[in-house]
């Protein structure tokens, strides 16, 4: 089984940063597209980011866009996600998953996922 793991989550003001990364054993990323959610208490999952196996291809949602930055390191195995001008609303325990369909198709298809890690809780508040 292909497993993924998160990291990089914590507390901050808003306003400031954090970068997520999420991680594989056994596997390389580099193979597989890589998508990101959130779940926040109360609300329906949010897909946010999306990354293609090349990296060519990229996808934000409306909710994050511009603010942040997908991308993969081939050489660590790793997927990054750089979120920046955090938002309280940007609270939720995020998440990175395979997902079903292509990132270009999450403009117009709701995405599914294969399987996804425990999660990196974020957490956004003055």
């Known amino acids: 089984q292909l497993e993924l793991e998160e990291s990089g989550g914590g507390l901050v003001q808003p306003g400031g940063s954090l970068r997520l990364s999420c991680s594989a054993s056994?596997?390389?990323?580099?193979?597989?597209?890589i998508g990101w959610f959130r779940q926040a208490p109360g609300k329906e999952r949010e897909e946010i980011s999306c990354?293609?196996?090349?990296?060519?291809?990229?996808y934000y949602a409306d909710s994050v866009k511009g603010r942040f930055t997908i991308s993969k390191d081939n050489a660590k195995n790793m997927v990054s996600l750089q979120m920046n001008s955090l938002k309280p609303e940007d609270t939720a325990v995020y998440y990175c998953?395979?997902?079903?369909?292509?990132?270009?198709?999450?403009?117009?298809?709701?995405?599914?996922?294969?399987?996804w890690g425990q999660g990196t809780q974020v957490s956004v508040s003055s």
């Open positions: 990354i293609s196996s090349s990296g060519e291809v990229t």
């Open positions: 998953a395979f997902p079903l369909i292509p990132c270009s198709m999450w403009n117009s298809d709701p995405p599914t996922f294969a399987s």
């Open positions: 056994g596997f390389t990323l580099a193979d597989y597209a």
